[in-house]
């Protein structure tokens, strides 16, 4: 156990880092360029992300639960690279769609963001043939490289050289297209090479259901901005996004501790050993978000202009809202890690189908307008909580080839 929660702490710490650069582009964008320019950029992660982890697979978290009788690497990085370019052409189309009323203003922006995330989700599922074997280590340098250079190239590129948002988006592309090639491919090579006779028809409904479940996730925070964004501004994006950023740095965190114990429970025989390790994981998270809903709730007035500044005055009683949705997020997440661990992914899926369903009646119920987007995420959440731990108290009754 000692090891587990180190690995644990290792994975976590490197997945805060890749987090916190994101959420650092998020506060660059306000000071460089505005909240416009910050609206776009959220409404543009709004498509891209939910349509690049359905065609990605959710890859490190297949390969790092498969069973061995399905396990075929290279089959899966086939199937993960025609996903990752249908993604790739669907995000231009509709990110083109939705920002037509600014005509081409932000289509650079755009492909920028597009083409960035075609190489991060590349190298994230490679991440999944280390972490089947424990290998936390190589993980957590190359993401804790991949954080550090992301935030030092837009930083140089947007402060300092004062280039427009799209050239600093090309020039992290850039530089995270070199970290792959000279990074996670070449690390990997090795244990990619195992293929399996007939393996991706085998797998591939498994990758489609684990890539569908990725990405219906990313849609529950997504709806409110493409609500947002089509129907009322892209300030008002920019606010909602400026907001949902912090609780997702600690939904990154706690990504970091499921993928650690992913391998670990599936692997876990005894019902005892499987409730022991999901109880410290949930601990963990349930301490993460406790605390960031008190420091939203004590300091939130403070916060939001102190980081983003003077325009995002007035919604710290929002931030303190959204935290307490973080709280029932980080939870909801361990209980789909444990349902993966035990190859319950139609299950996991509808879960996630479930809060985004919520979401979406949420909006439709309000007024749009920021306070709609944070009231659905959280009636998102708190769904996809109740419904997750129904699927995980079935997984317990039915016993499920647990050996004591």
Request: aromatic share 8%; net charge positive.
């Amino acid at each position: 156990m000692r090891r587990l929660a180190q690995h644990a702490a290792l994975n976590a710490a490197a997945n805060a880092a890749a987090s916190a650069s994101q959420w650092l582009l998020v506060v660059m964008f306000a000071h460089l360029y505005g909240k416009d320019t910050l609206g776009a950029y959220g409404l543009t992660l709004a498509v891209v992300s939910p349509l690049f982890l359905l065609g990605g697979l959710n890859l490190r978290a297949l390969a790092s639960s498969l069973p061995e009788s399905a396990y075929a690497p290279r089959q899966l990085l086939q199937l993960q690279a025609w996903g990752v370019t249908v993604a790739a052409l669907a995000s231009v189309v509709a990110g083109a769609f939705l920002l037509r009323d600014h005509g081409f203003a932000y289509t650079g922006l755009l492909v920028a963001v597009v083409v960035a995330k075609v190489v991060d989700t590349l190298a994230e599922g490679r991440y999944g043939f280390l972490q089947r074997q424990h290998r936390t280590g190589p993980i957590a340098r190359r993401k804790f490289a991949r954080a550090v250079l992301t935030v030092a190239t837009f930083a140089v590129l947007a402060h300092w050289a004062r280039l427009p948002p799209a050239l600093a988006m090309a020039g992290v592309f850039a530089g995270s297209a070199a970290l792959y090639l000279l990074g996670e491919r070449a690390a990997t090579a090795k244990l990619a090479d195992h293929t399996a006779p007939n393996a991706a028809a085998r797998v591939l409904p498994l990758a489609l259901l684990s890539g569908a479940a990725a990405a219906v996730d990313a849609l529950v925070i997504a709806i409110p901005r493409l609500e947002l964004g089509n129907g009322v501004d892209l300030a008002s994006v920019a606010l909602f996004t400026a907001l949902i950023q912090i609780p997702m740095i600690g939904a990154v965190i706690v990504s970091g501790i499921g993928h650690t114990m992913i391998s670990r429970l599936r692997t876990a025989r005894a019902c005892s050993d499987y409730l022991r390790m999901l109880a410290s994981a949930q601990g963990s998270v349930a301490f993460l978000g406790l605390a960031g809903a008190a420091v939203a709730g004590l300091w939130g007035d403070r916060l939001m202009p102190l980081v983003y500044g003077r325009e995002f005055s007035h919604t710290g009683g929002q931030l303190a809202i959204v935290m307490w949705g973080g709280l029932a997020w980080y939870l909801a997440s361990m209980n789909g890690i444990a349902l993966q661990a035990r190859g319950r992914y139609r299950a996991h899926l509808v879960t996630i189908c479930a809060a985004a369903v919520a979401a979406g009646v949420a909006m439709a119920l309000q007024t749009p307008g920021v306070l709609a987007g944070v009231n659905a995420y959280v009636a998102a959440m708190v769904t996809r909580l109740a419904v997750s731990t129904a699927a995980l108290l079935e997984v317990f009754i039915h016993h499920d080839g647990w050996q004591d």
